[in-house]
């Protein structure tokens, strides 16, 4: 395995949007109800801005991708102007992941690397489906870029 290609699916989507998407939950219980010239007005407006919300949720989640060669992290993102960060491996300091409760029930999650780049000393992989074989590959990948490259932590005393 040379690389690994992470793009955020529809496990992200949901666990990140239960909220937004119970609220159509919500109005559908509501159409049962009496309604007023009023209530119908705000319940459209309100339909409206969730639809328009979980449209742009989407379409900023399809258009980002991360990839995980041998050398480097390559994160993509944009929806109309595409922006690709570069993390190189050798400067990654610490690599630790977590899941909130939603991403351990659609079974994804999110893998959190802090790096001496200072451009990007912070990055968040999220979506990610098989977190032990990422991070193990990242750990590994990790090593062998810092031997390769003579780098050696000093550790704080």
């Not at 989507?13 to 010239?37: A, E, G, Q, R």
């Not at 074989?133 to 490259?149: A, G, P, S």
Request: charged share 20%.
């Amino acid at each position: 395995m040379n690389e690994i290609i992470i793009r955020p699916g529809r496990e992200q989507f949901f666990s990140d949007n239960f909220v937004w998407m119970m609220s159509y939950v919500i109005l559908f219980v509501l159409c049962f109800l009496p309604m007023t010239k009023y209530t119908l007005l705000i319940a459209t407006i309100f339909t409206a801005i969730v639809t328009l919300r979980l449209f742009a949720a989407f379409l900023i989640l399809h258009n980002l991708s991360y990839q995980i060669t041998s050398e480097r992290i390559i994160r993509t993102q944009g929806v109309f102007s595409k922006v690709t960060d570069y993390t190189e491996l050798f400067r990654v300091i610490d690599v630790g992941h977590y899941q909130t409760f939603l991403q351990r029930i659609f079974g994804v999650g999110t893998i959190i690397i802090s790096s001496s780049d200072r451009s990007n000393p912070y990055l968040a992989i999220i979506g990610v489906k098989e977190i032990g074989e990422t991070i193990k590959f990242l750990q590994e990948n990790v090593k062998k870029q810092r031997i390769e490259n003579k780098i050696h932590e000093i550790p704080n005393l």
